[in-house]
Every structure is written in structure tokens, then in C-alpha cells.
């Protein structure tokens, strides 16, 4: 527990890819298609993404109940910041194509996850 009060952000943060991943398998089609949108964009909820985001979510948050060293913290951050910056184009592009050019409530969301993620990686203790 004592590791898991130190990583709570982290742990949080795992938790939110998993659910992104399990509201991905849950709901068949989570991202719609603009019309003017390139065709990827309607795939990346598809089982195969939801899947790894499951993955990684359930990695990160069972890290966290070890002591996180630097390496082992690189690869969370590298992780995160990668599934969520992905996302965060997606979501960018999907809205930019979208009838109506205004970012979503999910955009605004995954760009703050974006930002947090950022700040804790580079404010937080080095471990």
C-alpha cells in the first residue's frame, strides 16, 4: 500500500486507459464518422485498440503497487503519453472534420489528461 499511496497518480491514470479501453469493447461504435474524415478514424475502437488500451491501463496500474524505478517509470510515461496523445489526435482530426468545427467535451478531456501526464512526468519525484 505504502507504494501505492507514492503512485496514486500513475495508478489513476492506468485506470482511466482502462476504462477508455473497456468503454471501446462496450460500445460498438464509440467514435462516429464525419462525412469529410478520413477512414481510420471510425477503427481505432475497434476491439483490437480497446484491447491494448486494456492492457496497458491494467500494466500501469499493477506497476504501481511496486516501487516504480526509472526505467520501469519511462515506459509508464512513454506509454500513456503515446495512447493518449494518439487519442487526442484522433479525437482533433475527427472534430476538425465534423460538420460543426467546434473540440468536443472528449477532446477538451484528453488534452487535460494530456497536460497532467506531462506535468507528472516531469515534476514529480524521479524515483
Known amino acids: 500500500m505504502k ?5 496514486h497518480f500513475w ?3 492506468g485506470a482511466e ?9 462496450l460500445t460498438g461504435n464509440f467514435i462516429d464518422k464525419p462525412p469529410n474524415a478520413p477512414g481510420f478514424i471510425a477503427n481505432v475502437d475497434d476491439p483490437p485498440f480497446a484491447i491494448a488500451l486494456i492492457i496497458i491501463g491494467l500494466y ?7 516501487e516504480l ?3 520501469n517509470k519511462d515506459l509508464i510515461v512513454f506509454l500513456l503519453l503515446f495512447v493518449w496523445t494518439f487519442y487526442l489526435i ?4 475527427h472534430d476538425l472534420t465534423a460538420p460543426v468545427l467546434l473540440p468536443k467535451f472528449t477532446t477538451l478531456f484528453i488534452l487535460f489528461i494530456n497536460i497532467r501526464i506531462l506535468l507528472e512526468a516531469f515534476w514529480s519525484d524521479p524515483g
Do not use: E
Open 3 to 7: 507504494y501505492l499511496k507514492q503512485n
Open 11 to 13: 495508478f489513476i491514470t
Open 17 to 25: 486507459t482502462f476504462t477508455l479501453g473497456i468503454i471501446f469493447i
Open 60 to 66: 500501469v496500474m499493477f506497476s504501481c503497487f511496486d
Open 69 to 71: 524505478r526509472k526505467s
Open 90 to 93: 484522433i479525437f482533433s482530426i
